[in-house]
């Protein structure tokens, strides 16, 4: 059965360096999502991405957040200056089309910032 | 906020009672979803209602929409060890709002 995946599992990182977290959507797959989880708490949505731009975004994303889709399969999220506030689970989720709802995520990348 | 909101935070239960668990939401919706997560892990999504649905069922899985009060309710019947997770609903509008989540413990 066809999966998103993400790499890396963890990620370690200091304060103020860039980090680009990958995710692989389902091949045929059309809108692609970003949410973050930071430990204990609910999962929260930064941006939806469609037709290769972003359909919609959070107040979470905000300068230091972009994402990009660099080529057929790839998914990027990118912070470019991280802090300790930063630290969370990432997961990136994709989803077939407009009348398909139900959205399929990968396994999360934990981001620790020190 | 269109965030959803579930109660109980936590149920724990002994295996073969069902489980109910209760989201309220603020906003109209498209849609609302039941994901599943086991800890450290994604979601798995569960089983969805239309916003025109009333109730839906999937195997173990009946879930209820009441618009009018904007909540809904997911039914775990007969209920298993490897059901213990915590149990999301979310709803669609623009965004996609996740709950808070229900930390559900199945006692063997």
């Known amino acids: 059965e066809p999966e998103v995946t993400q790499t890396p599992s963890h990620q370690v990182t200091q304060m103020g360096q860039e980090v680009i977290l990958r995710c692989v959507p389902i091949?045929?797959?059309?809108?692609f999502y970003w949410y973050r989880q930071i430990l204990g708490q609910k999962v929260e949505f930064l941006v939806s991405?469609?037709?290769?731009?972003?359909?919609?975004k959070s107040e979470i994303f905000d300068d230091q957040f972009s994402v990009e889709r660099p080529d057929g399969s790839n998914f990027t999220l990118k912070i470019r200056s991280t802090k300790l506030e930063d630290s969370a689970m990432y997961f990136c989720?994709?989803?077939?089309?407009?009348?398909?709802?139900?959205?399929?995520f990968g396994p999360g990348t934990r981001l620790t910032v020190t | 906020s269109q965030q959803g909101e579930e109660d109980p935070q936590a149920l724990s239960i002994q295996e073969g009672e069902n489980a109910t668990m209760n989201c309220s939401y603020k906003?109209?919706?498209?849609?609302l979803q039941w994901y599943r997560q086991n800890s450290g892990r994604g979601l798995v999504h569960l089983i969805l209602?239309?916003?025109?649905?009333r109730e839906k069922h999937s195997g173990r899985l009946r879930v209820t929409l009441d618009t009018s009060k904007k909540s809904s309710s997911l039914l775990i019947t007969a209920s298993r060890a490897a059901d213990t997770a915590s149990y999301f609903c979310?709803?669609?509008?623009?965004?996609?709002?996740f709950g808070t989540g229900t930390s559900l413990t199945v006692i063997p």
């Open positions: 989720a994709s989803r077939g089309d407009s009348r398909s709802y139900e959205q399929y």
């Open positions: 091949s045929n797959h059309l809108y």
């Open positions: 991405f469609y037709n290769n731009e972003i359909s919609e």
């Open positions: 906003t109209s919706i498209n849609n």
């Open positions: 209602i239309r916003s025109n649905e």
């Open positions: 979310a709803t669609e509008g623009n965004q996609f709002y």
